[in-house]
């Protein structure tokens, strides 16, 4: 209640109030730390990402599908070994 009484004053909405806090809290405090320039870069939204290299041939469909098939293959290994109670 006290954020909606607080809305009012502010002559906004409370979706607006929790939208700014939220912004606030994701925005980068100062620029993020490097952990190794050679490889990483800030991107536009100040998020690490991996830096591209010139003349490399980017991702292909079969890399993507064998990341797919070991994600799915550690997830039903991991539900395999889980004991239910």
Do not use: C, H, W, Y
Request: avoid cysteine.
């Amino acid at each position: 209640m006290e954020a909606k009484t607080l809305a009012v004053r502010r002559k906004t909405t409370l979706k607006a109030i929790v939208e700014a806090a939220l912004r606030r809290e994701i925005r980068p405090s100062m620029e993020p730390e490097n952990p190794d320039p050679a490889r990483f870069e800030v991107g536009p939204f100040g998020i690490l990402r991996i830096r591209k290299v010139s003349g490399s041939r980017g991702t292909t469909v079969a890399q993507v599908q064998a990341v797919q098939e070991a994600l799915e293959n550690e997830e039903l290994e991991r539900m395999a070994n889980t004991r239910r109670p």
